[in-house]
C-alpha cells in the first residue's frame, strides 16, 4: 500500500499562474481534507471531503477549489495563485478519526 | 470558535533530559489526538485519547487527557534524537452537528535535543 501520495512535491508559480495538487490514497478512506502548514501556525484546514462527489469549506478556502469525482483522489486547485498562497500542502485521509498524511507539496508564489 | 493552544512553542533539551507539552482546548473534546512531524516531513498520528482522566503509555511517551476533558500533555522521559521533531495536539472541529472526522489542530511544540 503507497497509503497517501501527493504530486507534485515541488512547484514554483507565478503570480496569477493557475495549477492543481493531486492526491491520492489507496486505503479507501471516506474522509479527505486537504491543509496548509506556514510558519507558527500549525494546520489549517482548507477543505474536505466526506465521499464521493462531496466536498466543504474548511477554516481558510478562499483563493481555493476542490474537486473528489473519484473516492481515491482529491484535487486541490489554485485559480489564480498568489503570494499569500505560499506554503506547504497537506493532504490527509481519514476512515473517521486518525488522520493519514502525504508528504506535502511545497508551493512556493512568486 | 474553537481553539486549540499548545505550550510552549520551542522546547530545547539535552539529551536524555525529559520534555512536556501541554494543549488546551477551549471547548470540551470527546477526544484528543496527538501527532508527530519529523523536520521535513508529515505529521503522523501517536494516538488518540477517549476518556476522561485516561492515561496511555508509548515507551517512553505518556500521554494524558484531563478530568474535565479540555486538556493533554505529552511526556517524553529521557529524550532521544530521534524524538526531535514537532509535537501537535488536534481536537475534533465541531461547528454544529457531526465534526466529520474534521481536526481543529493546536500550534504544535518544536523540540530539539542536543546530544
Known amino acids: 500500500n503507497a497509503g497517501v501520495t501527493q504530486t507534485p512535491k515541488f512547484r514554483v508559480l507565478k503570480t496569477g499562474q493557475s495549477m492543481t495538487l493531486l492526491c491520492a490514497q489507496d486505503?479507501?478512506?471516506?474522509?479527505m481534507y486537504w491543509y496548509r502548514q506556514d510558519p507558527g501556525m500549525g494546520l489549517r484546514l482548507i477543505h474536505y471531503?466526506?465521499?464521493?462527489?462531496?466536498?466543504a469549506k474548511g477554516e481558510v478556502p478562499d483563493g481555493y477549489n476542490v474537486s473528489r469525482l473519484k473516492k481515491q483522489n482529491f484535487l486541490l486547485g489554485l485559480e489564480s495563485a498568489a503570494p499569500s498562497q505560499t506554503s506547504v500542502y497537506f493532504c490527509?485521509?481519514?476512515?473517521?478519526?486518525?488522520?493519514?498524511f502525504g508528504p506535502g507539496t511545497r508551493l512556493t508564489v512568486t | 470558535g474553537q481553539q486549540v493552544m499548545q505550550i510552549p512553542q520551542y522546547q530545547h533539551v539535552q539529551e536524555g533530559e525529559d520534555f512536556t507539552t501541554y494543549c488546551n482546548s477551549s471547548?470540551?473534546?470527546?477526544?484528543i489526538q496527538w501527532y508527530k512531524q519529523r523536520p521535513g516531513g508529515h505529521p503522523v498520528f501517536l494516538i488518540q485519547?477517549?476518556?476522561?482522566?485516561e492515561v496511555k503509555k508509548q515507551k517512553r511517551l505518556t500521554f494524558q487527557f484531563g478530568e474535565a476533558k479540555k486538556n493533554s500533555s505529552l511526556h517524553i522521559t529521557a529524550t532521544q534524537t530521534t524524538d526531535v521533531g514537532t509535537y501537535f495536539c488536534?481536537?475534533?472541529?465541531?461547528?454544529?452537528?457531526?465534526?466529520?472526522?474534521?481536526?481543529?489542530f493546536g500550534q504544535g511544540t518544536i523540540l530539539t535535543v542536543h546530544p
Open positions: 471531503s466526506v465521499g464521493e462527489g462531496t466536498t
Open positions: 490527509a485521509s481519514s476512515p473517521f478519526y486518525e488522520q493519514y
Open positions: 485519547l477517549v476518556k476522561s482522566g
Open positions: 486505503m479507501n478512506h471516506e474522509y
Open positions: 488536534a481536537g475534533p472541529f465541531r461547528a454544529g452537528g457531526t465534526s466529520y472526522g474534521k481536526l481543529t
Open positions: 471547548t470540551t473534546l470527546s477526544n
